[in-house]
């Protein structure tokens, strides 16, 4: 099984390979079999990157806005016609399965792209009247050159979700993929190029932190997005204070998902089961303290065991399968390591609770019962198809729990009271909410989160605030009336 990339980069229009990089390995998580050798960036690389974006971004900003969004629009049919080969790739790089990859990857990507495509030429300014014939009026800038860094779960999505709004405002972006999931970024740039995008608008370059943090660093860039583990966004946050830059922030969660009595049940159950178990539970958002009401408890916990047994694990490349393999065989000991935690600390295991299969890195999906807020395994995001179900009685009592968490990704709530539904959403403390659903993130919602999950909108039209300015403009009609 080989899946390897022309070079390890793509910087201003072309691949780019430069041999003196550390050497990285890209691994099919359902075997352990390496599938690419790439490069990490030397900082040849990173200046070539860093030059070529500075160059590129002067001319892609003065392009007229909607010959930037036919690019992007042309981009996106590019992705899905080759939906099924990027898909396969990562299937590869990431072990999700393939049923996943074929819907869920390049096809989100592509509706990013044609989302900011479309609304390129209708990002406006406005014109301000200020009487006696004053005005002022605001212009909507590119911030320029633009850092995106991106996690190992949803590779292409993540590139996508941080280029199509940054090149729409007319940024140049230079991006950096996880070193675990090198390559579809790779074919990202070589589309964007192929659909028309200038060299140099859209490079990836490869490595770990360090690259990361030379990109960040560096005096040409305007604007930091980050996409990872909270304790990754102290340090990007803290860089980008550093140069007084802008950053958006998609850090970790540890989600509530609240099921009162009156819920469909088996929405319920599959919105939990979605909430926990999609892309082998390595989903930022997830819903991972499932609190059920004491009434419908008994019926939920009976159903959820049911379905969660059915699971298919197996070959992510077998179009049967439902659940692969965890990205690597560190996160596979990490959720054993809570999975044996939340034993210790007294849960009740429904199901699961193992690795599974004869090679790479499975966990079978996982039902906690009896959990209680203190346990690890409701505190600590576990990035795993790991799910804790917590008790409650009143709706009060549910919102408070819900809250004391120092993160505030996502939230959901499962009921049929639609006054109550909206009540507790509006007092969840959560970037992002689901009524009845959970995990959809259509690039028409804004998606991000609050407290220690970070800030800043991905999607939708809020996406706009993170990858442009505003420059107001006063303009004077009159005489000027200086108190001079
Ligand atoms: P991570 O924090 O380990 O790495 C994220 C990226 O940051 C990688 O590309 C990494 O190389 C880079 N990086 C690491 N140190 C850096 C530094 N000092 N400077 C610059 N870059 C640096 O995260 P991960 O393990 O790849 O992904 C899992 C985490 O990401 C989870 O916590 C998950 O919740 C989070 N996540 C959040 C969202 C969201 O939208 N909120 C989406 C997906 C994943």
Redesign the pocket.
Known sequence: MQAQPEASHFVDGRYLEDAAGAVMESRYPATDAVIARLHAATPAVIEAALAAAARAQADWAAWKPVERGRVLLRAAALLRERNAELAELETLDTGKPISETLVADAASGADCLEFFGGLAAALTGEAIPLGAGDFAYTLREPLGVCVG??????PIQ?AC?KAAPALACGNAMVF?????TPLTALRLAAVLVEAGAPPGVFSVVQ???????A??ADARVAKVS????????R??YA?AAAGLKPAT?????KSPLIVFDDADLEDAVGGAMLGNFYSAG????NGTRVFVQKGIRARFLARLAARTRAIRLGDPLDADTQMGPL?SAG?RDRVLGYIDGALAEGARLLTGGRAWGNAGWFVEPTVFDGVTDAMKVARE?V?GPVMSVLGFSEEDEVVARANATPFG?AAGVFTRDIARAHRVVARLQAGTCWINSYNLTPVEMP???VKA??FGR?NGRAAVEAWSRLKAVHVGMGPVDAPF
């Open positions: 860094i991106g996690a190992w779960n949803y993540i979700w950096k993929p996880s070193e675990l490595g770990a932190g360090d690259v990361g943090a990109l960040v980050l996409t990872g583990s909270v304790e990754t966004g340090k990007v860089a922030m998609e850090l970790g969660g390595q989903v930022c958002s990205i996160q995001e990035f990704l998606f991000g989160g999950s970070g991905e």
